[in-house]
């Protein structure tokens, strides 16, 4: 990662996101306003040459949302994951299990 081999730490952990407009005054956000899964997440101590500060992955983040990025608005859009099959009819029959593991 990041032009060069890491030592990665690998967790088991609950990711939580939340619109940052619902967000009460310390940043925290309750069930209510906030999407909830869980996700195998990995984690190095160095990250200096790119960027940016997190990679997001195929398991694990993609798997969970339908997601549209923007480079012209410098948008990106999250939506449920059966987003494309509800505006354009059903693209895959099933996600194979197989496919379920990046690794």
């Given at each position: 990662?990041?032009g060069?081999?890491?030592d990665i ?6 990711v ?6 619902l967000a009460?005054?310390?940043g925290g ?5 906030s ?5 195998e ?15 997001l ?5 993609f ?19 059966d ?9 895959i029959?099933?996600?194979p ?6 690794w």
């Amino acid at each position: 990662m990041g032009g060069a081999p890491r030592d990665i730490l690998v967790l088991d952990v609950t990711v939580r996101l939340c619109d940052p407009q619902l967000a009460d005054q310390d940043g925290g956000c309750d069930e209510d306003n906030s999407l909830e899964w869980s996700a195998e997440v990995g984690f190095f101590e160095r990250w200096d040459d790119p960027p940016f500060s997190i990679i997001l992955g195929q398991v694990g983040f993609f798997s969970e949302f339908t997601v549209i990025l923007s480079r012209f608005s410098q948008v990106a859009v999250l939506e449920r994951r059966d987003f494309l099959d509800a505006h354009y009819g059903e693209l895959i029959d099933a996600w194979p299990e197989s496919a379920s593991r990046g690794w």
